[in-house]
């Protein structure tokens, strides 16, 4: 009676050991982000000088669609909303190209960033799921030079 007490006692610690080390066993169950969209969020900080504001954008965080990374969220595990509103840019940046790395995003705001210059690269046509594009008190130039993104 001990002995299958024991038995049982050790198969269930063993059980409870594999469910809470599984995320370190398989790395891919704690990572809820696809990589090539967080690679393309950490290039997109880098391009915006590493402000302040994305300090919680951490290469070491393996989900960047947890709400642990500020202005990020997903479907599906892709990044479909990103808010990137009130930078805080230290100088003059251009629009970030890496952006058409994000082939999910539907919503991207870019509002209230004064140093954000320059004009919406061609290659923004590449989004094709791009439903929102807010741009407000950010650059500005005249709604007739964005002719192209009627889509939009």
């Not at 610690?13 to 809470?20: A, E, G, M, R, V």
């Not at 808010?83 to 999910?104: E, H, Q």
Request: net charge neutral.
């Amino acid at each position: 009676m001990i002995a299958s007490t024991m038995q049982h006692f050790l198969s269930c610690i063993l059980l409870l050991l594999i469910i809470t080390t599984q995320r370190f066993i398989i790395p891919s169950l704690s990572e809820k982000c696809n990589q090539h969209d967080k690679e393309a969020l950490l290039q997109i900080k880098k391009e915006f000088g590493n402000p302040t504001k994305l300090s919680s954008w951490d290469p070491n965080n393996n989900d960047c669609c947890n709400d642990k990374w500020k202005g990020v969220s997903c479907d599906s595990d892709r990044v479909a909303n990103l808010g990137l509103d009130d930078l805080n840019l230290p100088k003059p940046v251009p629009f970030p190209p890496s952006i058409t790395n994000l082939p999910f995003l539907d919503d991207f705001s870019l509002s209230r960033i004064p140093n954000l210059v320059g004009t919406i690269p061609p290659s923004i046509s590449k989004l094709t799921n791009l439903d929102y594009l807010t741009l407000s008190h950010t650059i500005p130039a005249s709604p007739a030079r964005y002719q192209t993104l009627f889509q939009i």
